[in-house]
């Protein structure tokens, strides 16, 4: 007995219906945990297991019902076809008519007898329901024949119909009918066909009063591409379409159970043993033109007719060479879906790598020997060769050489073809253990921690082959291979590089241009699509990041095209204690100066400094907080420009000891909504034009209150603190008061005729003031004043560009103001020809609800 079907009987006798886990049954069945994984995989592969996953994994004895069991392929390329078929079976209140298309001798009607059969399973129709087929084909030259083999015919409906005749579709009432070469069916039985599927009545040839009534489940097949022949109208009444691969197309396991099936059947018709030659399958899996499983059928059938009558007395029959000692056995007993070209030892010998690799990298990780070991372990590899899977995984390698390791990260490989045919083998033996469990975790955290660059940029080009998480992982010892000689050079860079910019294409470009300059992995880029948020670039960014947690940063250089610095660095730097630099507007050149100096391993305060020098375009920063110095923000909701008048007079009348940062009102609201105290902890206080509510411990001074005596001494007090000099301050509130009155706002507006606009905003003001019966103070009507004339030159400036705002009025008050709103503006809105956007709105809200 095989050593997994020992495993097998195990489970069957001891946890039929108990879970139990691998240790237990590795104790029971004395093997080694590693061994008796591979054993659970491959039966639960078979559909001989249940799994149940967790920690640990469970098992247990499968209740071998599974649909479509015995339809080779069914958990693997056919998987999404049963499901499909299962559907057609089970959609009340009888199920959907299906149409099974691929090329001659594909399955094609042993699957529908198949739908038959688990629709039986599953007591959808009968036991003593019908199985009707017919092929169309048979037919084509008469259709009138076809017709009326179909649907039947009344007596006299034509010469030779003598009597009244039931139809194969009455013949199907209550089961299946399978219509074989369904596009030979001329149009007008077509359209028979789907009133009948429509009504589930039909009229037999001769028949015009009474239709017959059936309940018939119609399955079609076809050779054709669906839209060639068929009606559309037809098609539309058959909703579930499944195509199946040719037998080229199926994976090398699964061609090799379809080989062996049709073996197996050879066997039992002549009651004989076949002993037959890996060179014999290997010939057959290939061979067999025009590649489907019919065609192979008769191949075998052909090998085995002619090994019986040269030998017909013997009870065991070679086929191929009779010295040839690698062979199979197949009996009546042969499991099909229990064969696997990987031969027993050689998954011992597959985990035997694994753990001599891991004892290598433990001891002096020389990876030259540990390349020569998984060089050897190829080389004894002796199963059958998938060349066409080999040579299509070769082809995608050398795709992603080019497209990926070098086009991207700069890295190229010199690797003849040979080493890559090699590799391929070596990558290819996935297909044959996809679900093995083999637990690959130890060595992938050893590569981690050894060579996390590499690690990362293996894994992108692995995915360009299979993006199945298994395969990657499976595949991670090949890296030693791959990258044999440039590991140390990619692992050379301390720092991590990374460039976002929006666009299709911008940030890659510029990482393509810069790594391949610098010939290694400098960056990883990411393009943005224009509406990107930026906690979608931080989980870029932060992926990233994480992906080589194992890597020693020395420090972290963000790269963006535009967005707030500010914003950027908070964000990253949640995550991230490492030295980071944001820079933004970034270019090539100054991607290449950071790349270049990231390469010669400069220090990270030196390339910061470079940063800052180059070029006026890019802001940088490497602080948290809204600046590295004693700072005082400045905001208006009016409008930057407003704020930037400010900033203006401030500087003009303080002293030199403030860094005034002047932000945008939105940017404002966000940054003290987003952020903790600490990153104010340099900001003196925050200068407004409103009240602002926020939970931090921080000043803030709506500029109108100055007008007024407290708001004036608070101010000073705030600056005297800051160790400003009353002087100054005196001359700074001169200013300011003189700016923001009547004739400041008229100074303000760049093209609107001031003396104009002034009467429509006081206009604007009395209508608020009467319709909430309310009066404003001086401060709240010059604030108002101010911040409407600004609004109507700044509606004018954007009026081509869509209001793309959204704000949301919720209370019963807010939309009693949003419309209150719209009615006020109406009148400016005509004039100027503009729309007032929900968002301004919702600032005039945030100026008058403490009235209203
Ligand atoms: N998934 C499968 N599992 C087991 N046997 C299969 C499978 N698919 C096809 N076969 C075998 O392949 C043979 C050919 O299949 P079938 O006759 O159903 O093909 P077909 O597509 O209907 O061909 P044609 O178009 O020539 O009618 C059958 O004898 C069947 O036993």
Avoid at 611 to 624: D, I, V
Avoid at 721 to 749: C, H, V, W, Y
């Amino acid at each position: 007995m095989k050593a997994v079907d020992k495993v097998y009987k195990i489970i069957k006798d001891n946890y039929a219906d108990e879970w139990t886990d691998t240790m237990e049954i590795a104790k029971k069945a004395e093997l080694s945990r590693s061994v008796i994984s591979i054993y659970l995989s491959q039966l639960y592969k078979e559909g001989k297991l249940t799994k149940k996953s967790g920690r640990p994994v469970l098992w247990k004895l499968a209740q071998n019902n599974a649909p479509f069991a015995n339809l080779i392929g069914y958990s693997g390329s056919l998987k999404e076809v049963v499901k499909k078929c299962e559907e057609s079976i089970v959609y009340p209140p009888n199920g959907f008519p299906l149409i099974i298309t691929g090329p001659s001798g594909v399955g094609k009607s042993f699957l529908a007898k198949n739908i038959y059969n688990e629709a039986k399973k599953l007591g959808a129709i009968s036991e003593d329901a019908k199985f009707i087929t017919l092929n169309a084909a048979d037919y084509a030259n008469n259709p009138e024949l076809l017709s009326s083999v179909l649907f039947g015919y009344k007596k006299d409906a034509f010469t030779g119909a003598n009597e009244n005749t039931l139809g194969l579709i009455d013949r199907a009432d209550n089961g299946y009918f399978f219509l074989d070469e369904i596009h030979r069916l001329p149009k007008e039985s077509q359209e028979k066909l789907f009133s009948l599927l429509d009504s589930g009545k039909f009229y037999p040839l001769g028949e015009n009063d009474v239709p017959h009534k059936v309940n018939v489940r119609f399955v079609f097949a076809t050779t054709e591409k669906l839209d060639n022949f068929l009606l559309k109208t037809f098609m539309r009444r058959v909703p579930l379409h499944v195509s199946l691969p040719s037998f080229k197309d199926r994976p090398l396991t699964e061609r090799l159970s379809l080989i062996f099936n049709a073996f197996k059947n050879e066997s039992i018709r002549v009651d004989r043993k076949f002993l037959v030659s890996n060179k014999i399958i290997e010939k057959v899996s290939k061979n067999s033109e025009p590649g489907n499983v019919g065609a192979m059928e008769n191949d075998v059938k052909l090998l085995c007719a002619s090994a019986y009558t040269q030998h017909p007395e013997d009870k065991e029959i070679h086929i191929g060479d009779d010295k040839d000692k690698n062979y199979v056995i197949v009996d009546k007993d042969f499991d099909v879906n229990n064969y696997s070209p990987i031969e027993e030892h050689e998954y011992g010998l597959l985990s035997d790598v694994y753990d001599s690799l891991l004892k290598l990298i433990d001891t002096d990780n020389d990876i030259q020997s540990q390349k020569l070991l998984l060089m050897k372990f190829l080389k004894n590899i002796k199963s059958l060769k998938d060349e066409s899977l080999i040579n299509s995984i070769a082809y995608k390698m050398k795709a992603g050489f080019k497209n990926t390791l070098k086009k991207k990260y700069g890295i190229g490989l010199k690797l003849d073809d040979t080493t890559i045919d090699q590799i391929a083998f070596g990558i290819s033996l996935y297909y044959f253990i996809d679900d093995y469990e083999f637990d690959t975790s130890e060595l992938i955290s050893r590569f981690e921690s050894l060579y996390p660059r590499t690690m990362y940029i293996y894994k992108q080009f692995l995915s360009t082959i299979n993006t199945d998480e298994k395969f990657i992982n499976m595949s991670i010892m090949w890296l030693l291979l791959i990258f044999n000689g440039k590991l140390k050079e990619i692992e050379s860079i301390k720092y991590t590089g990374i460039i976002l910019a929006h666009g299709d294409s911008t940030a890659t470009s510029i990482q393509s241009v810069v790594n391949n300059l610098c010939g290694n992995y400098i960056f990883e880029a990411f393009d943005m699509p224009i509406d990107v948020s930026i906690h979608q670039i931080n989980s870029y960014v932060q992926n990233y990041i994480q992906n080589q947690k194992d890597h020693d940063h020395k420090g972290i250089f963000v790269l963006f095209d535009m967005g707030s610095l500010t914003q950027m660095f908070s964000e990253i730097k949640k995550y991230s204690d490492s030295e980071l630099l944001v820079i933004n507007n970034v270019t090539t050149a100054t991607a290449l100066d950071i790349g270049i100096r990231i390469q010669r391993n400069d220090s990270f305060k030196g390339i910061t400094k470079a940063a800052n020098k180059f070029g006026n375009a890019s802001g940088t920063q490497y602080y948290e907080g809204l600046s590295d110095s004693t700072n005082i923000v400045v905001s208006c909701m009016s409008g930057v420009g407003l704020s930037e008048e400010i900033n203006r007079m401030m500087l003009e009348s303080l002293s030199n000891t403030f860094k005034i940062i002047t932000m945008d009102y939105k940017d404002l609201k966000q940054t003290l909504e987003n952020h903790e105290q600490k990153f104010f902890n340099k900001t003196k206080f925050v200068v407004t034009t409103t009240d602002i509510d926020t939970n931090l411990n921080i000043d803030i001074i709506n500029i109108y209150d100055i007008m007024e005596e407290s708001g004036y001494h608070r101010f000073e007090d705030l600056l005297i603190s800051s160790g400003e000099q009353k002087p100054n301050i005196a001359n700074l509130m001169d200013k300011m008061l003189k700016f923001f009155t009547i004739e400041g706002i008229k100074d303000r507006l760049q093209f609107l005729n001031p003396d104009v606009v002034i009467d429509e905003v006081q206009l604007i003001t009395r209508k608020y003031q009467e319709y909430y019966d309310i009066s404003l103070d001086g401060k709240t009507k010059l604030n108002l004043y101010m911040h409407l004339s600004l609004m109507i030159e700044r509606m004018l400036i954007n009026s081509r560009k869509p209001d793309t705002s959204s704000v949301a009025f919720e209370s019963d008050k807010e939309r009693e103001f949003y419309s209150v709103s719209k009615t006020i503006f109406k009148g400016i809105e005509l004039k100027y020809n503009f729309k007032v956007s929900d968002y301004e709105i919702s600032l005039m809200y945030q100026l008058l609800h403490s009235y209203i």
